[in-house]
């Protein structure tokens, strides 16, 4: 590849520095960048970062999701606890409720964070969480640039088109920007990552171990009787509904799980993964003669203009790493089957190291984040 990055700022220090593109704007790749951004070392020698995203802009959506142990550890770190806690959903805790919303049973969250119930003391909108970390990383990046350091660059609506790797470097052709250089890449670009397929190739076919489950997310016009406590209603057909609060007077957010032992909805999906019509219609479907709430759910399906699907799936590689190359948050581990709670993918504070190694160092880094969403 001829074109080379042109990122490095002219100082001093520069041949030491590391120039690092993270793919994906979503929660880890923000948390990643401010994490390196917020290292003790010397401004001259902290790293370039690039973050690329294939949105036009991050999404602010998706519903509740809970942070808990590690996570709660890192949004410290982060010095962030406050500001999370403030734009928590508020929920009181969660009712069991049948097909005619009678509750048989019920707990209360423990807002001291002391012991861990079904609603975490911690209850953030995934689509808040994420702007709230993204303001973080431009925040510690204008910090970084007016002390003369070189911050964070943001790629938005582009994405990663091919790359390979030598002893040096990486070689990333983004799409529509064409061809950069850099030191390190690090895949935190969800589930299906794009950086996992073209840097593991074939390798990585079969990776994603379905957890025989789905889940679908999206919003619905607040009710009065909805009030601040999640219910929940498991139906006898392999599905479970969640009505929950979103912290917010107009809206209530809701979770539809649906098992897939048979197979017969990976099948259904299979190559048209991102179409959303699709994704709705199935739903649909299953929701047919649940009973309790059948009108409002179909109407909030119909309705939805933030409705997120995907299966749950575990990523099963041999490694996490793969020389210059590491991944971060869902690309590498697992998504919203873990019941680890957003506590599996935020990463730690790192030490600069070169290259390779560095790329194993983030690996592990990359582990304990991943462990933390
Ligand atoms: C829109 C959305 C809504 C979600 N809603 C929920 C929810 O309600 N509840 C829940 O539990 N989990 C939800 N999730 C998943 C949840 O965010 C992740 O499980 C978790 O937070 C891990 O974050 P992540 O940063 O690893 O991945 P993600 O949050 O999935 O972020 C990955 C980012 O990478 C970007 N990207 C993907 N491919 C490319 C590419 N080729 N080039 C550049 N960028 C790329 C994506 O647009 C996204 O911004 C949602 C994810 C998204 C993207």
């Known amino acids: 590849m001829s074109t080379t990055s042109t990122l490095h700022s002219s100082t001093t220090d520069s041949r030491a520095r590391q120039n690092i593109l993270i793919v994906g704007c979503g929660i880890a790749g923000p948390v990643l960048a401010t994490l390196l951004l917020s290292s003790p070392q010397s401004v001259a020698s902290l790293p370039q970062i690039t973050i690329l995203e294939r ?8 519903q509740n999701i809970d942070i808990r142990g590690i996570g709660k550890h890192i949004i410290n770190i982060l010095g962030l606890t406050d500001e999370i806690k403030k734009a928590t959903t508020g929920e009181e805790g969660v009712k069991i409720v049948d097909a005619n919303n009678r509750i048989w049973a019920q707990y209360a969250a423990d807002k001291t964070g002391k012991v861990e119930t079904g609603t ?31 911050g964070a660059k943001f ?6 088109g091919h790359l390979h790797q030598d002893d040096d470097k990486v070689h990333v052709r983004l799409t529509k920007a064409g061809e950069r250089t850099f030191d390190l890449v690090v895949g935190a670009d969800g589930l299906h990552s794009k950086t996992r397929q073209l840097a593991w190739g074939q390798a990585q076919d079969g990776c994603l171990k379905h957890l025989e489950m789905y889940g679908a997310f999206f919003s619905t016009k607040k009710e009065t009787a909805d009030g601040e406590w999640r219910s929940w209603y498991h139906s006898p057909r392999g599905m479970s509904v969640m ?9 209530s ?45 179909k109407d909030a399906v119909n309705a939805a203009d933030d409705f997120y699907f995907d ?23 697992v998504n919203f089957c873990s019941f680890l709670s957003l506590s599996l993918k935020i990463l730690a504070a790192t030490a600069p190291l070169h290259s390779q190694a560095w790329a194993r160092h983030l690996h592990w880094q990359a582990l304990t984040i991943s462990l933390a969403l």
């Open 55 to 62: 949105n036009t802009a991050a999404l602010g959506s998706g």
């Open 120 to 150: 975490s003391d911690v209850e953030i909108l995934r689509g808040r969480l994420a702007e709230i970390l993204l303001a973080k990383a431009k925040r510690v990046s204008k910090d970084v640039e007016a002390r003369g350091g070189p």
């Open 155 to 160: 790629i938005f609506n582009d994405s990663i």
């Open 243 to 251: 009505l929950r609060p979103s912290g917010t007077k107009d809206k």
């Open 253 to 297: 957010t809701i979770l539809v799980l649906l098992a897939d032992k048979s197979g017969a909805i990976s099948r259904e999906m299979e190559g048209s993964e991102r179409d959303v019509a699709l994704q709705k219609r199935l739903v649909l479907e299953k929701l047919e003669g649940i009973s309790w709430l059948e009108t409002r759910l």
């Open 311 to 333: 299966c749950a799936a575990q990523v099963e590689l041999n490694n996490w790493s793969k020389g210059r190359i590491v991944l971060l948050g869902d690309a590498g581990y």
